[in-house]
């Protein structure tokens, strides 16, 4: 009976390991989406940024006659 009442736990033990364990590879998988999909979004903002900022450049020099 005690034997029985041992394993019993031990299994217990070994599932909430287990249950913990997916818990924390779920967090830390979308801790690391998070932080892609921000820095993505970092990228891409300052992308549009420096092609806003050549398209503006190229628009000051038409105006003014010095497009070569």
Request: charged share 15%.
């Amino acid at each position: 009976m005690l034997l029985g009442l041992a394993a019993f736990f031990c299994l217990v033990l070994l599932v909430c390991v287990f249950v913990v364990g997916l818990l924390v590879e779920a967090a830390y998988r979308a801790a690391a989406t998070d932080f892609l999909l921000l820095r993505q979004k970092k990228v891409s903002k300052e992308k549009a940024t420096l092609l806003s900022a050549s398209l503006w450049a190229l628009l000051r020099k038409s105006q003014a006659g010095n497009l070569y």
